[in-house]
C-alpha cells in the first residue's frame, strides 16, 4: 500500500500550524489526514501529494494573514476554490492548501452596469439562479453546477459568447500577493482614493494587469475577487442545430455565422461525444442498443452512417424577428455548405442530448449531463487552438494519433468558434481507466506527444498550463519576463511552486 506524504519539513509544517491557528483559529486550519487526503489531487490521472496544512479562510483578511505567515516561514501555498479537476490543484510542494470556497457570497449584481462581483466561493449554479430573476445570463464552460466561477474563468477555455475565450468574461480582479498587498485591476484600481469606485471598466489609464493573474493558477497571487460580465437573456432564446458530415464543414460553417454575428456562440460536436451524452443522460435508456456497440467498434475519424459526423449548435437570443430572420440565414448557409437543420431529428432521435444542448443553450444553466461522462473513466483533455485553416487537418492527426496510441475508449472531440473564428478550440477526450496506474502512464506520454505534435505540425497552442509540459522555455522572452515578474511578486517562491509554470513543468 501507498502511503502519501508531504516533501516539506515536518518541522516546519508543525511551526506554521500552530502560527495559522494561533491567529485564525482552529475552525479555520487543519492536519486531519482523512481531510488532507482529500486535497492531495483531483480526478486527473497524475500522482498525488498529501498538503500539511488546510486553511478555510472566509474573508479576504484570512487571506492576507496566510500568505504574510506562509512569506515569512517560505511554506508553499496552493490555492483553491472547488478544486475539481486541473493540475494546478496538486499540491506538489506540500505545505498550505488555501481552499477559498468558504468565501462564498455574491457582493454585488448590477444591472445598469451588466456585472456581478464574486468571490471564489460561488459556483456557477449559484449565479446564474442569482442572475435569472434580474433578466440576465452568464457565460457558460461545460462544467457542472458546483463548479466555482473564479476557479474556470481565470483559466482559458470556451464560453457561450463572441469571445477569445471564456477568461474575457472577467472584468475585473481583486488579488492579494504573498506580502499581503491587495490589488485590483481596472476601474476599481482607483478604489483607496476614491470610495466606492465601480468595476465597470477592464482597463483604465495605466496598463492593464488583469490578465497577468488569469491563467497564473494561483503562481502570483490569490484571486478573493472577480467582476464578471452579464448579459441580458432578451425575448427569445432559440438553438438551430445543423449536421455536417465533414469537420471541415462545420469549421467553415462556424466561422461564417459567428462573423456574421448571427449567433451567440457555435459549437460543434463530435458523433461519438453527442452519443455519449445522450447514452448517459438517458440513464441507459436509449431507443437504439446499437449506440453502445457503434463506440467501441466504430473508428473515430469513420462516417458513422445513422447519423451526422458533427452536430453544430447555434446558441442564439435576442427579438424574435431577429431570431427568425438569423435562423433562416443559418439553414441557408448550412445547405449551401452541405448541411441540414436537424433540430427536430437531435429531439426525437437523441433525446438524452437534446435535454443537455437545451440545458446548455436555451435555459442558459450549467449542466452535469457532460460531466456523467466520466462514468466512462477520466476524460483526459487534449485540448488546443489552432487556426481554422490548420484545425482541420489537426482533428484527423489528433484522432488518429490518440486512437492508434492505444486510447481508444471513447476517443472523441467538441470544438468551439473563438473569437470569431480567427482560432478554433478543438479537445481531444479520450476517456481513461481511473484506477489503472499503467494505462494513467500511456495518457499523459501520448497527451505530451499530442501536444508537441500539435504545436509543431498545425500550430496549434495550448490553453491553459497542464504540468506536463515546458511551455516557459519555448516561449522566448515572454517566458523569460513571466520568471522575472514571479521573481519580483514572489521572491521566496510560496504560491503555488509545486507546479513549477516557470520552471518547465514536472
Not at 451567440?264 to 456497440?293: F, K
Request: with cysteine.
Amino acid at each position: 500500500m501507498t502511503v502519501l506524504t508531504s516533501p516539506l519539513d515536518p518541522m516546519l509544517a508543525e511551526k506554521a500550524t500552530r502560527e495559522l491557528t494561533d491567529a485564525l483559529g482552529e475552525d479555520k486550519v487543519t492536519t486531519n489526514r482523512s481531510i488532507l487526503f482529500s486535497y492531495s489531487g483531483s480526478a486527473m490521472p497524475i500522482p498525488k501529494t498529501m498538503p500539511d496544512i488546510v486553511v478555510r479562510p472566509d474573508c479576504v483578511e484570512d487571506v492576507q494573514v496566510v500568505l504574510k505567515i506562509a512569506d515569512k516561514l517560505v511554506v508553499p501555498v496552493t490555492p483553491v476554490a472547488s478544486g475539481t479537476l486541473e493540475p494546478s490543484v496538486f499540491p506538489k510542494a506540500g505545505g498550505i492548501v488555501l481552499d477559498t470556497y468558504a468565501m462564498g457570497k455574491i457582493l454585488e449584481i448590477n444591472t445598469d452596469a451588466a456585472y456581478a462581483v464574486i468571490e471564489p466561493g460561488v459556483s456557477i449554479g449559484e449565479l446564474v439562479r442569482a442572475i435569472k430573476p434580474e433578466g440576465f445570463r452568464v457565460t457558460l464552460g461545460s462544467y457542472p453546477p458546483g463548479n466555482s466561477v473564479v476557479g474556470n474563468y481565470h483559466l482559458k477555455g470556451h464560453g457561450t459568447h463572441r469571445s477569445s475565450g471564456i477568461d474575457s468574461e472577467c472584468l475585473g480582479l481583486e488579488v492579494v500577493l504573498p506580502d499581503g498587498t491587495i490589488v485590483r485591476t481596472g476601474s476599481k484600481s482607483f478604489e483607496d482614493s476614491y470610495p466606492g469606485m465601480g468595476w465597470h471598466l477592464q482597463w483604465g489609464p495605466l496598463p492593464d494587469l488583469r490578465g497577468i493573474f488569469l491563467n497564473a493558477c494561483g503562481t502570483l497571487g490569490v484571486i478573493t475577487k472577480m467582476a464578471v460580465r452579464l448579459y441580458p437573456l432578451n425575448d427569445v432564446q432559440a438553438m438551430p442545430i445543423v449536421g455536417f458530415d465533414s469537420y471541415a464543414d462545420s469549421v467553415e460553417f462556424m466561422k461564417i455565422v459567428s462573423r456574421a454575428n448571427l449567433v451567440e456562440h457555435t459549437v460543434t460536436w463530435h458523433w461519438g461525444l453527442y452519443t455519449v451524452i445522450n447514452i448517459l443522460t438517458s440513464g441507459g435508456e436509449v431507443e437504439d442498443s446499437s449506440d453502445y456497440l457503434k463506440l467501441f467498434i466504430t473508428e473515430p475519424w469513420t462516417d458513422p452512417g445513422d447519423r451526422p459526423y458533427n452536430l453544430v449548435l447555434n446558441i442564439m437570443t435576442g427579438y424574435r424577428e431577429d431570431i427568425d430572420a438569423h435562423a433562416g440565414l443559418i439553414k441557408k448557409i448550412a445547405e449551401g455548405l452541405g448541411g441540414r437543420v436537424m433540430t427536430e431529428w437531435v429531439a426525437e432521435r437523441l433525446p438524452g442530448a437534446w435535454e443537455y444542448f437545451k440545458t446548455y443553450g436555451i435555459d442558459h444553466e450549467p449542466c452535469v449531463s457532460f460531466m456523467k461522462g466520466f462514468a466512462l473513466g477520466f476524460g483526459f483533455m487534449h485540448i488546443l487552438n489552432a487556426e481554422p485553416k490548420d484545425v482541420v487537418a489537426l482533428e484527423e492527426f489528433g484522432l488518429k494519433f490518440v486512437w492508434n496510441r492505444g486510447l481508444q475508449y471513447g476517443t472523441t472531440y467538441y470544438s468551439h468558434c473563438i473569437d470569431q473564428g480567427r482560432s478554433i478550440f478543438l479537445r481531444l477526450t479520450p476517456f481513461v481507466d481511473p484506477v489503472d496506474k499503467e494505462e494513467h502512464e500511456m495518457a499523459i506520454e501520448i497527451y505530451k506527444d499530442y501536444i508537441e505534435e500539435g504545436m509543431k505540425r498545425y500550430g496549434g497552442v495550448p490553453i491553459r498550463y497542464d504540468g506536463l509540459n515546458n511551455y516557459v522555455d519555448k516561449a522566448g522572452g515572454f517566458g523569460d519576463l513571466m520568471r522575472r515578474i514571479k521573481k519580483g511578486v514572489d521572491p521566496n517562491n510560496i504560491l503555488n511552486p509545486g507546479l513549477k509554470i516557470y520552471e518547465g513543468g514536472w
